[in-house]
């Protein structure tokens, strides 16, 4: 066990039941069966029935209380938290009620965390230099913005925690102490083999929070270039590339989506030399025509809709019918595999390395009975929320995982069992000196 001093116990909001928020409190549990850091947990959900679910799962831990939640109700997620006496808030709510959670936390005076940030585009991209040419909201901005206000407060805010980002984010800082005398580039790669088990070939699964699905991809996508002036946008589904992934899975194919880490990074690691940053993640064609459609269609829409004198929102329509992450695990097979490459120079070579963490379907269901995609991203934000209540995480302010050091991050995966591997993809042959 790592050695940190320890604050009074974590008394933690889940808002946010899902087949991720499942996931994370299942993990603290097990981390924490003899209350050393885990005082209290509050899990929430807009159906009630869900959050008493997931209680159920805490075999009787009387840590663990269930009540109903609207998680884009600021004053009630602040009465709530004083209610219960709760100092800290994890956001596992669909992105688009991260900013209310947010100011609910920093009102009531509690501490944040969230896997993900909202962002609003503009109906016409610009596209080319300039995220906001292209974002009425970019991705981070609300945050970050009011970093100052909450290190007056003394409160702390990390946002972007889980696998991706989070995890590689924590690689990236890593990589850029320990690897790198510079680190020129990151590049997230996300992939596996994981697929469905069923004969359908037309089978339309997503792994994930769909509303996240649904904005995350289609957005416009987000990479950073400093020569070519810092971040540039593209349309969905560019930068099309074959990825070789480990483990023996071999090639992805991968495209740019936006994700937060290409703006993270810099903000925090330009001090290393970092020069590039980008995301790519390997899709079901099957999903990537579904999201090409429903976007033509307009059925990712915020906006009510009317039909028959009922007004329905078109992306609830498609989520509440869309098959739902939490029960899919048994018709899943495969691998995840998340991580990043890193290219810079070492010892005056140019060295290139990938830091990636692996994640078993079928281990994931035997042990967990959680599938692997939202159980390892549940794994990337219970260990950082175990570093936060145990104080080893702690400084007033809001930032991303590679602020802070990694290595009590890395020597958790480790003592858990949640393995990564460094893979040295240094072409020998063609290094030069660099003068």
């Given amino acids: 066990m790592l050695n940190a001093s320890r604050n009074s116990g974590l008394r933690m909001l889940l808002v946010g039941a899902g087949a991720v928020g499942e996931s994370i409190v299942k993990i603290l549990q097990w981390r924490d069966r003899s209350t050393h850091f ?3 947990v509050v899990i929430t959900d807009y159906e009630e029935a869900r959050a008493a679910e997931v209680k159920e799962m805490m075999g009787g831990d009387p840590r663990f209380t269930a009540r109903r939640l609207d998680a884009t109700d600021r004053e009630a997620i602040a009465q709530m938290i ?3 006496d709760l100092n800290f808030v994890m956001d596992a709510a669909p992105p688009f009620a991260s900013n209310p959670i947010f100011d609910a936390a920093y009102a009531a005076g509690a501490d944040y965390a969230n896997m993900g ?3 609003v585009p503009m109906e016409d991209p610009a596209y080319g230099l300039g995220i906001e040419n292209s974002y009425v909201e970019p991705m981070t901005k609300y945050n970050f913005d009011r970093h100052e206000d909450w290190k007056k407060r003394g409160q702390m805010a990390v946002i972007c925690l889980g696998i991706d980002p989070g995890v590689v984010n924590v690689f990236a800082k890593y990589a ?3 690897l790198f005398d510079r680190l020129r580039e990151v590049h997230v790669k996300d992939g596996g083999n994981i697929s469905g088990t069923g004969d359908d070939p037309d089978q339309i699964l997503f792994g994930f929070n769909v509303w996240t699905v649904m904005d995350e991809v289609m957005n416009p996508n987000v990479e950073y270039d400093a020569s070519r002036g810092g971040l540039i946008v593209e349309p969905a589904f560019a930068g099309r590339e074959v ?3 480990p483990e023996g899975i071999g090639n992805n194919v991968m495209v740019k989506v936006e994700h937060e880490e290409t703006v993270t990074m810099p903000r925090f690691l330009s001090q290393y030399g970092l020069e590039k940053a980008s995301f790519k993640i390997s899709l079901d064609p099957n999903v990537i025509n579904a999201l090409k459609v429903l976007d033509h269609l307009g059925l ?8 028959d004198g009922v007004k329905v929102i078109p992306r609830d329509v498609v989520a509440a019918c869309a098959p739902q992450p939490k029960d899919i695990g048994d018709e899943l097979t495969g691998e995840m595999v998340v991580g990043v490459l890193c290219i810079g120079e070492k010892d005056g070579q140019e060295r290139k390395v990938f830091i990636y963490q692996p994640f078993d379907q079928k281990k994931s269901m035997d ?8 159980m390892q991203t549940g794994w990337g934000a219970a260990l950082a929320i175990e570093l936060i209540a145990r104080g080893i995480w702690r400084e007033p302010g809001v930032y991303s995982p590679e602020y802070f050091d990694p290595d009590p991050y890395m020597a958790l995966m480790r003592e858990t069992g949640y393995r990564y591997e460094i893979e040295d ?3 020998r042959t063609r290094q030069k000196k660099v003068v």
């Fill in 117 to 119: 940030t909202w962002s």
């Fill in 300 to 307: 990712r829409s915020l906006k009510p809709v009317e039909v």
């Fill in 176 to 178: 850029a102490i320990h």
């Fill in 243 to 245: 990825f070789r992934m």
């Fill in 82 to 84: 004083r209610e219960e």
């Fill in 38 to 40: 885990l005082e209290k």
């Fill in 425 to 427: 993809r240094s072409d």
């Fill in 367 to 374: 042990q967990w009975n959680s599938q692997a995609v939202t």
